[in-house]
């Protein structure tokens, strides 16, 4: 089992809820049944059970590769076992304790789980649920070491004329090809990747200056005037300039038009 409280019922409370049961178990599972909260679920039809969720909710699911079901409104049965684990949890883990910290609330909770909910018989299975999840976690899908979905930011942003994008007031290079298209910028652990129609065109270094122009000079291969090996270097952008100098970009390309 993992419990987890919140004040609040933000959406960043439900990623960081999902996120600690996920590094709990160890792994992903291919579904995520979710309540109708606003913060999740923007339209949920009882009749047609149409569900259009947040689009924050869909970057959250992809980036860790689960598919989100929401509850049927109105319809406790389908949320019954974890509702029903939300009053254990009350009664069992809460009812009649004080504890001087909130972060001495979140350890008793996680040494309750460990020790007394998933060592219990349960009352349906009879089995212990440490030992029942023993054989479920190989259905979960491995972490493989990524950050916190709060660490990753999702941007569009449009390929300029100077081949590059703009982020942070640093700029990109991105394929001269993608002039005028808008692109998939996903920044994360340090590093700042381009995806036009789902394929990666782009992987700089986040650049940590301010004003900063960087560039891999393969994105310029097949421009007239392009020569000189391929290789990645960042150019300093004049901080008020609205229009660069064209010396830039013959230092971009290798020399001049």
């Known amino acids: 089992m993992h419990a987890r409280v919140s004040l609040r019922e933000r959406q960043s409370d439900w990623f960081e809820g999902m996120e600690g049961a996920f590094l709990r178990f160890g792994g992903v599972p291919a579904e995520v049944l979710i309540d109708n909260a606003k913060a999740l679920v923007e339209h949920h039809d009882a009749v047609t059970r149409e569900v259009r969720f947040n689009a924050r909710l869909h970057a959250f699911a992809r980036y860790w590769g689960f598919t989100p079901r929401a509850c049927a409104p109105y319809r406790a049965r389908t949320k019954g076992k974890d509702e029903r684990g939300v009053g254990y949890v009350k009664k069992n883990a809460i009812a009649g304790r004080r504890f001087e910290s909130w972060a001495e609330f979140e350890a008793h909770l996680d040494r309750w789980t460990r020790e007394v909910a998933d060592q219990r018989e349960h009352g349906t299975t009879g089995v212990k649920p440490a030992e029942r999840f023993a054989d479920e976690a ?89 020569e000189g090996p391929v290789r990645k270097e960042a150019i300093e952008i004049a901080p008020a300039a609205l229009l660069r100098p064209l010396a830039e970009y013959e230092a971009v390309v290798g020399g001049g038009w």
């Open 138 to 226: 190989k259905a979960l899908r491995p972490l493989a070491g990524r950050a916190p979905f709060g660490q990753l930011r999702d941007l569009v942003r449009k390929v300029q004329a100077d081949c590059a994008i703009d982020l942070d007031t640093n700029s990109y290079s991105v394929p001269w090809r993608l002039i005028g298209e808008s692109v998939q910028v996903v920044v994360l652990a340090g590093r700042v990747v381009i995806r036009h129609a789902g394929q990666v065109v782009a992987d700089h270094s986040q650049c940590r200056g301010r004003r900063q122009r960087i560039v891999d000079r393969a994105h310029f291969v097949g421009v007239a005037g392009f």
